[in-house]
């Protein structure tokens, strides 16, 4: 099991994610600065705003500490976590850090007050409850590379990836009282057999 998880705390609702692996017995790294990186052993993108999160990824230098960090270490992105970690987005405004052979449009949802909750099966999480997901301004993943293994789907489009060591989920799990994702994200990657 890892000792030291980092959530990326640049913009977003990072503080939840804390919340969720500190609930986990994970010790948390709020991530801020390249220095932020050595010791954690995962990384976890939050959602928030993308063009927002660009920007800042850009002003503190964290494009290719964080795409050097991926090479060895487990990372998820939600929302807009998952947008930063695509290949390809729909907005020229926003940099991804291409970890994950998807692509991706923003809000594809709706705007704010278009936001909803549904529950989906997830055959692979522990226990036979259906998952409550939270989508807010979510984004969509179009496109799934050959090496993508799709986790789950809300009406037949994916709403949770992965390839190799990187996760990529279009809704927030951190906004619902349910670990499984976060355990499935250290559990999977923490093994010998992590990596798909």
Do not use: W
């Amino acid at each position: 099991m890892p000792q030291r998880i980092g959530v990326l705390a640049l913009q977003g609702d990072f503080a939840k994610h804390q919340a969720m692996l500190r609930l986990l017995r994970i010790e948390t790294v709020l991530v801020k600065k390249p220095k932020d990186l050595p010791g954690c052993e995962g990384l976890i993108i939050p959602g928030g705003e993308s063009t927002t999160l660009t920007k800042l990824i850009q002003k503190c230098n964290m494009y290719d500490p964080i795409r050097e960090f991926t090479e060895k270490h487990p990372i998820m992105g939600t929302c807009a976590g998952a947008i930063m970690v695509a290949s390809r987005v729909d907005d020229q405004r926003i940099e991804p850090l291409q970890l994950i052979d998807i692509s991706v449009t923003r809000n594809a949802y709706g705007r704010q007050i278009d936001s909803f909750v549904t529950h989906v099966d997830v055959p692979f999480l522990k226990g036979s409850e259906r998952f409550k997901a939270v989508f807010i301004r979510a984004p969509e993943i179009r496109n799934v590379g050959s090496q993508v293994v799709v986790l789950m789907e809300l009406n037949g489009n994916p709403i949770m990836v992965q390839e190799r060591n990187v996760l990529a989920l279009t809704f927030h799990p951190e906004l619902t009282s349910d670990p499984r994702i976060h355990e499935y994200f250290i559990e999977h990657f923490f093994t010998a057999q992590a990596l798909l």
